[in-house]
């Protein structure tokens, strides 16, 4: 069976992991994913990840993050969907929480956080909000 949104799978795979106290998720792998597990990891949400298994069955492995026994991550939000894309320009990029979350975008210079892409004056479309 295919699945119409990855994405947001891996969000409701982590969300769901969080509320049973899990350390760790299994998440099919793909390219995409890697990269906003990496963002993640970059900004903090995430301890680290590591992607394991053969070409066809490729799984990303990832260790979550408990802060005085709470997750650090308090939300994830799917943005654009593939039912209605979401683009912004640099000038327009939305800020979550007046700035405690964080925007991921995937741009032409790859998945980079709204901040970031805002400094680097490039648009793209919006996937998730995390904070």
């Known amino acids: 069976m295919s699945m119409s949104d990855p994405i947001a799978d891996m969000l409701v795979r982590i969300r769901n992991a969080h509320m049973v106290e899990k350390k760790q998720v299994n998440i099919p792998a793909s390219n995409l994913k890697s990269a906003i597990a990496s963002v993640m990891q970059q ?3 995430i301890d680290s990840f590591s992607v394991m298994g053969e070409s066809a069955n490729k799984t990303i492995n990832i260790k979550l993050k408990y802060y005085d026994n ?3 991550i308090e939300s994830l939000q799917r943005i654009s969907k593939p039912s209605l894309r979401v683009y912004v320009a640099s000038t327009q990029m939305p800020r979550i929480m007046n700035g405690l ?3 991921i975008i995937s741009t032409p210079k790859g998945v980079m956080t709204g901040q ?3 400094a680097q004056n490039i648009g793209g479309e ?3 909000s995390v904070f």
């Open 116 to 118: 970031d892409a805002a």
């Open 101 to 103: 979350g964080i925007v």
């Open 126 to 128: 919006v996937l998730c």
């Open 70 to 72: 709470q997750p650090v």
């Open 43 to 45: 900004e903090g949400y």
